[in-house]
Structure formats: C-alpha cells, structure tokens
C-alpha cells in the first residue's frame, strides 16, 4: 500500500497495554496493533482473554444517538441522585469530584454531580483535549471529503522525533506478517501512521504519542491540504515562529477545538505538550479539568456532535477498551459491557516517618481521573451512563479506590432501574405469553381436515 511519508525512516511500531478500538477494525485502519487484538480474539497468537464486553464490532462501535434520537441534555443535578453519589464517597468525600449522567432510561436522564464546580489537573484525560483539536483541524482542511480524511490517517507516516523525549508507557511492536512483537517505549526513528499514533496516545496513553499528535494538529492546521510537509517545509515552520509565537498557535488549537464543540475552556483545558522536550519548544501554561465539562464532552460523543458524526465515531472507538481493563475501568462488575475510558494520573511524595512512596499513593499530592461511557448491550441488564471523576486522597491507593468506586456507582444504576425493568421484562413475558395463547386458539379454531376415503380404502 502507498504511504505518504512525513518523515524518512522508522520501524514497525504498534501500540499495547490498554488496548482500544473495535477488534474487527484493522481493514477500516489498518493499525497493526487492532491485528494482534483480533488474532488474540481468534486464538491465532498468545495473549490476555477478552471481557465479554469487549467484542462489539465497528457497526455497533457508534455515536449512541448518531441518529438524533438523544434525550434532552441537562446539567441540573438531580438532588436526590446527588445526594446518593455522596454517600458512597464516605469520609472522604471531600477531596473527590464525580459526575454521573444516567441515560438507560432514554425517556428520564438524570444527572448527579458531587463537587462539581471543582477544578483539577486530570493528567492524561487532557488527551481528550488533543483528540478532538485534532480532528476538529481535519474537518477544517476536509469538511465535505470523509475519504480524504480517512486515506490521510491511513496512509500518512509519521517518524517519531525529538518531540517524543520522554515518556515511560510502553507500546506493542507487532508485524501482522510474522506475528512478532516486542513491548517496550516509542524511540525516535519509530514509524506509525496518524491513526496509530492517535491509537498509541489513547490506548496506551504513550506520551510521547500525545506530543506527537499535539505537534501533527498544529503542522496540519497550517499547512492544510499541502499537509504533511516536506521535512524542510516543516523546518521553515519552526524556524518562522519563536518559542511564544509557537505556543500561540499551540493553545489557539487546543482551545477551539472545544469551543467550537461548545465546550468552555474556562473548564477544560490541556495547556502544555506532554513530554519535556514538547514543552521546551512550545509555550504553554497550565492544564486542568472539570468532571461536569468532562461528562459534557462525553455527552456530545454520544450525540455525534463534537466536530461531526464521524469524528465522534472515530474519538468512541479510539476509547473502546478490548484487552486489559485498569483503575475504574477494572471492577469485574463492568466486564459484560462496553467500557470507553481514559484516566490519568499525578501524584508526588515528600519524606514522612513510616511512609513508603509508592504508585497512585503520593503523601504531597494524589491525584487521579477517571472518564468513562458505559453501555450495554447486556440482557435484561442494558445499562447506559457517563461518568467523570476526579480524586486526591493521600497515601491511599487511588486506582484500587476508582476500582470500588466503579463497584458503587454501578449498583447505583443497576437500583435506580431495578423496578422499571422488572415491570419491562413482565410485560415483555405477558405479552409472549399472550401472543402464544391467541396462536394456540387459532390453531384450536381450525376446521378439521376432511377425510380422503382414497386413503383409508383397503387396498386389494
């Protein structure tokens, strides 16, 4: 397959660990990494089993309300609801934020928020943010041309570079050809197409992919469709803006791709490139968020609304969770369903008498966020409800707490529709029951069949 090359040289690179987006999705993508999902799923290589909720294919991997069937979207918090997200907090409710919408019952949404006009660095949730700034800079240089959008993110290869500096998370080398793979960190000289680069930054939450993907937004955003450049016009670029003048176009990109999407930036925001050599040639400044804008983001997803249908379809399936399910993602309770998640994470420690610093643990600051979507469809059991929540609860393990949470949060749903769907799946049972009587009394009414005396006349 012709590629477009934006940068010479490289390797095989395919991202790991989280793994994301519909097992079926290699031939629409062509991300290696989906390849050695579904040769997993098909018994073709070694790997982690997948969760029952984890094999939905690209044709039910949408947008919930693409069609513009969605309940009407309200941000005033149910007090009674509230009220009940609290309680599970505890003692500790106070450094916790969390916001749910719970639309399984598409004709009553309900929202419920705890601490919702708190404000919080998210870590690498802000991914979201490069998400969709990304694809809101590929609607704009191909608003009417979905083809040419989607041969850009197949075919375009990018070379990863100083910008990658540094980053821990480890990705998945595989070779669809072979069945080869290595796991270890992205090295300046790796190869991937946009699309897995995209894949690295949201399903292994690479950092040096975000910071690849943050600096591709701004290369595209300029160049438009003479993108990608050639490495000399790319040097130009760079070379015609100083250090400010770079983080200018940076944030202006960072910060329209939700504004246009109707998403405050006063709440929202991802400041600054994620890995250090990013942020000593880009300028920025702080990041943040907000578990109500986050639910927001998450709610415009569904709607098909953040920059388009399919960039919404696209951002959903970069989120489906496939193999390895962590923090609030990872209760068992949650394996029979869909599960569309991003976290992050930052915490530090400072010396104290007993204390051992360990990860997800810090005794100066804890911080963790979670986001999530889950949706069925699980029989009788067909649940539907976003949720964000932000935490900073010291020298306590904060993914194990975002685990329980995830427990609660779920009873909560599975309560609030404990009745309607009983009631639903009675009158579901009646009504097979009485389609089978009116069937059995047609049958009944029948008129005998007459009697062929041909075929009861003894033969000679």
């Known amino acids: 397959m012709k590629r477009i090359l934006a940068l010479v040289g490289g390797c095989l690179v395919v991202a790991g660990g989280v793994q994301s987006y519909p097992i079926d999705g290699y031939d629409h993508t062509e991300i290696r990494r989906v390849a050695y999902t579904w040769r997993v799923y098909t018994g073709e290589v070694p790997g982690r089993a997948l969760p029952p909720g984890a094999k939905q294919r690209l044709d039910t991997v949408v947008p919930a309300y693409i069609d513009g069937n969605a309940p009407p979207f309200s941000l005033e918090p149910d007090p009674g609801f509230s009220a009940e997200i609290s309680q599970v907090l505890g003692e500790e ?11 399984s019952d598409p004709a009553n949404p309900t929202y419920a ?15 979201l943010v490069i998400g969709v700034a990304f694809f809101q800079a590929l609607a704009d240089t191909y608003p009417d041309d979905i083809e040419a959008r ?51 930054m949201l399903s292994a939450s690479n950092n040096s992919a975000a910071s690849t993907m943050q600096k591709q937004t701004m290369l595209l955003a300029h160049f438009g469709k003479d993108y990608p450049p050639t490495p000399e016009q790319e040097a130009q670029f ?11 176009i940076f944030m202006g990109l960072m910060n329209e791709g939700l504004s246009k999407n109707g998403i405050d930036v ?14 000593k040639r880009v300028g920025g400044t702080s990041s943040y968020g907000n578990v109500r804008e986050l639910v927001r983001y998450l709610y415009l997803l569904e709607r098909g609304e ?74 009788d059991e067909d649940y539907h409800y976003l949720v964000a929540v932000s935490s900073n609860v010291l020298k306590k393990n904060s993914a194990v707490a975002h685990q329980t949470l995830a427990l609660r949060i779920h009873r ?31 049958e009944a009414e029948k008129p005998a069949a007459p009697v062929s005396l041909e075929a009861t006349t003894p033969g000679d």
């Open 93 to 103: 409710a106070s450094e916790y934020a969390v916001s749910v919408m719970d639309l």
């Open 266 to 279: 006063n709440l929202l925001r991802q400041g600054s490139f994620f890995t250090r050599e990013g942020k």
């Open 150 to 200: 989607e041969r850009l993110l197949r075919e375009t290869v990018i070379t990863g570079d100083d910008f990658i500096i540094s980053d821990h998370h480890k990705v998945l080398f595989f070779d669809p050809e072979t069945n080869a793979r290595e796991w270890r960190k992205i090295a300046i000289g790796d190869t991937g197409t946009l699309w897995e680069w995209l894949d690295w």
């Open 306 to 379: 953040l920059v388009d249908a399919w960039s919404s379809t696209e951002l959903k399936r970069l989120l489906y969770m496939t193999q390895r399910r962590i923090r609030y993602a990872s209760h068992p309770v949650l394996n029979p369903y869909a599960v569309y998640f991003k976290s992050g994470s930052l915490y530090s420690c400072q010396p104290e008498e007993g204390f051992t610093c360990k990860q997800y643990q810090g005794n100066k600051l804890n911080l963790l966020a979670s986001v999530a979507i889950v949706e069925g469809p699980v029989p």
């Open 412 to 442: 909560m749903i599975e309560a609030r529709h404990a009745d309607r769907l009983a009631a639903e799946k009675a009158a579901a049972a009646a009504a097979a029951a009485a389609e089978a009587a009116a069937a059995e009394a047609a």
């Open 238 to 248: 760079w070379a015609d803006h100083n250090y400010n003048e770079r983080g200018e």
């Open 113 to 127: 928020e705890h601490n919702g006009d708190i404000r919080r660095n998210v870590g690498s949730v802000g991914k």
